[in-house]
């Protein structure tokens, strides 16, 4: 007789999902004992890198991902990376141990107290099943959950002696649809706004990105001759940043991104929230007179926001609709924008000299995973994204995401046989938050570059307090750090890097390498201003 763990691993091959990532623990042993060849385990060393590295997967290839933690305290090790994947949209299942039935009632240890809200309310659905029989239909119905629009990680507590318990007949594998057409109605309406304005703006959002909606976006910008902004702090590149009718990346608080869309009577917000918004500085949330148009696929986006009249719908095929109903416009394009100065010279070099010198040397079809928020504004200034699926961060802001999720996109890119090059931007800061991830590629054999910037400070944090005029905080400089001596330790190549050619010629070697390779840059100490 089939055993659950029987039915739900065929389940599992169905759907297309024989990765898991995963830090095995003794509740989880049930399930991975003798663990099918055609299954692939993605061992990390913490969970909070396993749900990075399954986030970046989920994100590269399209499809769920499933992540296997330790019981409650595995489960609070990965929640802070569980807030990114919430806030990045990546469909994730996340199966956790849980401690044998016949005992809950006297908690043992690694019982999980209150399984299902430990995750909340960073999870989409969450799930202990309340026989051994229905933890196939639940993984059912978690898979269709988490890929439903908007995508999202959910979670299923499932007792260790659930596996060995005989089967009930297995549930039917289902599809559900996981994208959202909008009211034609209400459509009709955003396309004659759009028509009758004087000057038009888009602001687009990851969401375009997640559609493969870029040539609809280019199409749709160039239709109106309208102004090209990628909404606030963005997670994903919405847009060719090259195209002569791109404006920038908006500014994320109130008047500042207010004052960037004077001048327009129509702006038209895609794909992302109306907005991400992170230091408080009060005003206005549009100029006088601008009407803002929002398309999203989350209610709850659209519920929130402070401004504007929102559109239940798929970015891509929302503007594909729009081009149908907007006739050609004649109107003048865009300023362009200036071009930014040579960065100065110098040693050791400025951010701007650092990553000026990796666009010289930046592979064609490369793909950046970005974490280093102090230098994004000289990383975003010198390294323009021109290529759909080419930028990944964290739309949460919550640091130990980019390492572990460039280990995910790096696996993602051979699994799929893309075999984009991947290189990650992470800030000596970020670097430690999840450092063991260097072991999982090295254990993978992934070619990732991971260029740190090094300033040994939290440059972010000290602008932060320039900005509230928080002086004397504690805690902001990370001096007597060895990222060598760590990057060797975890298996990878490693070289400290001080000049534009001495970088070239490291980002060559190690895109060829079969293990990921740290090139720790010592750059200026300046404090970049918050906005």
């Not at 993605?42 to 590295?53: D, G, P, T």
């Not at 995750?119 to 659905?125: E, H, I, R, S, T």
């Not at 000049?499 to 840059?521: C, E, I, K, M, S």
């Amino acid at each position: 007789m089939a055993t659950v763990r029987d039915t739900t691993y065929d389940l599992l091959r169905a759907l297309g999902m024989t990765t898991v990532f995963g830090n095995p623990g003794s509740t989880e042993e049930p399930f991975l004992a003798a663990f099918p060849e055609d299954f692939h385990y993605v061992h990390a060393l913490h969970e909070a890198s396993a749900v990075a590295m399954a986030d970046g997967y989920a994100q590269v290839t399209g499809r769920p991902a499933h992540v296997n933690l330790h019981t409650a305290p595995g489960t609070g090790n990965a929640m802070g990376n569980l807030v990114t994947a919430w806030h990045n949209r990546a469909p994730l299942i996340v199966t956790a141990g849980q401690q044998t039935r016949e005992m809950l009632l006297i908690e043992p240890r690694l019982t999980s107290r209150r399984a299902t809200e430990l995750p909340q309310p960073y999870v989409k659905w969450s799930h202990e099943p309340a026989r051994a029989q229905d933890v196939p239909a639940a993984v059912m119905r978690a898979y269709a959950t988490a890929v439903q629009p908007p995508a999202g990680p959910v979670f299923l507590s499932l007792p260790l002696d659930d596996w060995a318990q005989p089967a009930d007949p297995p549930p039917p594998v289902r599809t559900v649809s996981t994208r959202i057409a909008p009211d034609p109605y209400r459509l009709g309406e955003f396309a004659a706004v759009l028509a009758a304005s004087r000057s038009p703006a888009l602001v687009l959002g990851a969401s375009v990105d997640r559609a493969d909606a870029w040539p609809a976006a280019v199409a749709l910008a160039e239709r109106l001759g309208a102004a090209v902004w990628t909404a606030p702090a963005p997670e994903r590149t919405p847009f060719p940043e090259d195209h002569p009718y791109f404006q920038g990346v908006l500014p994320y608080a109130i008047a500042p991104l207010a004052e960037k869309l004077r001048g327009h009577d129509a702006v038209l917000v895609v794909g992302a929230p109306v907005f991400r918004y992170y230091p408080h500085v009060p005003g206005d949330h549009l100029p006088a007179g601008v009407r803002l148009l929002h398309v999203t696929d989350d209610p709850e986006e659209a519920a929130r926001a402070p401004v504007g009249n929102s559109l239940l719908g798929d970015a891509g095929l929302t503007m594909a609709d729009l081009l149908d109903l907007i006739p050609a416009m004649d109107r003048p394009p865009p300023p362009a924008r200036s071009a930014p100065a040579p960065p100065e010279d110098g040693s050791p070099l400025s951010a701007d000299a650092l990553f000026a010198a990796l666009a010289r040397h930046w592979p064609a079809d490369g793909v950046l995973v970005q974490e280093s928020p102090s230098n994004l504004p000289a990383l975003r200034r010198r390294l323009p994204i021109t290529r759909p699926g080419s930028y990944f961060t964290m739309a949460s802001g919550g640091l130990g995401y980019g390492l572990p999720a460039a280990v995910g996109i790096a696996l993602a890119q051979r699994d799929t046989g893309r075999h984009r090059p991947v290189v990650a931007v992470i800030g000596d800061g970020s670097f430690h938050y999840s450092v063991q991830a260097l072991w999982t590629g090295a254990r993978l054999g992934l070619p990732l570059v991971v260029v740190v910037p090094v300033n040994q400070q939290y440059a972010i944090l000290k602008s932060f307090a320039d900005f509230k005029e928080t002086a004397g905080v504690p805690g902001l400089d990370l001096p007597g750090m060895d990222l060598t001596a760590l990057a060797r330790g975890y298996g990878c190549a490693t070289e400290v890097v001080e000049t534009p050619d001495q970088l070239g010629a490291a980002l060559t070697t190690g895109l060829r390498a079969n293990r990921p390779t740290v090139l720790p840059v010592p750059i200026r100490t300046d404090i970049p201003g918050l906005l």
